[in-house]
Nanobody, 114 residues
């Protein structure tokens, strides 16, 4: 089994920054893609960003230029640096890792409000 633990969420004012972390542990042989989704109140879960094993990154248009995804394979950890946060970024953020199947974290709340 693989467990994912997210951290770094919280309340921030518009224009502020947060850095999310997601550490994977357990029966890990090789992590391929890592990434983040989010789910805002009353909306479906949506994809945010992905980073491949070779470090290639992709972003949803809504976060491009503001969010940066990175990974540390020595720590089995993926990060999401979020800058210039907007109220519409308010959501529960879920990390995932692909290891012969996709594993999800339990989510961390990000709230952007003045």
């Amino acid at each position: 089994q693989v467990q994912l633990v997210e951290s770094g969420g919280g309340l921030v004012q518009p224009g502020g920054s947060l850095r999310l972390s997601c550490a994977a542990s357990g029966n890990i042989l090789r992590i391929n893609d890592m990434g983040w989704h989010r789910q805002a109140p009353g909306k479906q879960r949506e994809w945010v960003a992905t980073i491949t094993r070779d470090g290639s990154t992709r972003y949803d248009d809504s976060v491009k230029g503001r969010f940066t995804i990175s990974r540390d394979d020595a720590k089995n950890t993926v990060y999401l640096q979020m800058n210039s946060l907007k109220p519409e970024d308010t959501a529960v953020y879920y990390c995932y890792v692909d290891i012969a199947g996709r594993y999800w974290g339990l989510g961390t709340q990000v709230s952007v409000s003045s």
